[in-house]
């Protein structure tokens, strides 16, 4: 059990992430049994649910002539475009069905501006815009977090660097999260992470 200032977040274990899903992230749903039992090691659980409205600015079907996978620039910086995913109430948006959801204090819903994309838990892909988490987290007096979920290398990892510049000592349970995986963006998330500070564990 970990002391009660440490918190364990959960980030995006939603269908349209598991195989068979809009932006399926190989072996996704892989990590639900591992998150799952970790869970009864917090006393704060926070769930992030990727949360976008149809025709949201990140989705290729917005960009004529444009491609999932390729790359626009936006007001806000370069943006990869996806394919339609986790829209608003839609049944890939869903949590995972073997999500202890019950478990969760809180959720966090990201993504939900038309024109700009939110990987972090924190903030927007502006950098600048918050979620309220951070506020939240300070409120009720949670100091340190872990995290796992998906995908490795966008969300996750997005969540884990705003995290440390936050000032917050954060772990990366890597044996309970799946990346995506676009030319490289794996190891280089993993560097990236590493060179913030960010623990990548494997597990205890
Ligand atoms: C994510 C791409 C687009 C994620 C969300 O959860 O990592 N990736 N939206
Ligand atoms: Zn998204």
């Excluded at 072996?27 to 799952?36: C, M």
């Excluded at 024109?115 to 949670?142: C, M, V, W």
């Amino acid at each position: 059990m970990h002391p009660d200032t440490h918190a364990l977040i959960v980030i995006d274990v939603q269908n349209d992430f598991c195989p068979g899903g809009a932006l399926e992230v190989p072996q996704g749903d892989r990590v639900v049994p591992g998150i799952n039992a970790l869970m009864k090691e917090f006393g704060a659980v926070i769930l992030t649910q990727d949360w976008h409205p149809a025709g949201h600015s990140s989705f290729a079907s917005q960009h004529a002539g444009k491609e999932p996978f390729d790359t626009v620039e936006m007001p806000y910086g370069p943006q990869i475009l996806w394919p339609d995913h986790c829209v608003q109430g839609s049944a890939g948006s869903a949590f995972h069905p073997d999500l202890q959801v019950v478990r969760a204090d809180m959720i966090v819903r990201k993504g939900y501006n038309p024109k700009i994309d939110s990987y972090s838990a924190f903030f927007e892909n502006d950098h600048e815009t918050p979620t309220g988490l951070h506020g939240y987290l300070q409120e009720r007096g949670l100091t340190t977090l872990t995290m796992a979920g998906l995908a490795t290398d966008f969300c996750v990892k997005f969540s884990a660097l705003d995290a440390a510049k936050l000032g917050y000592p954060v772990t990366v349970r890597e044996d309970l999260c799946r990346g995506i995986d676009l030319d490289g963006s794996l190891e280089a998330a993993r560097q990236e992470m590493r060179e913030a500070g960010v623990t990548l564990s494997q597990g205890a």
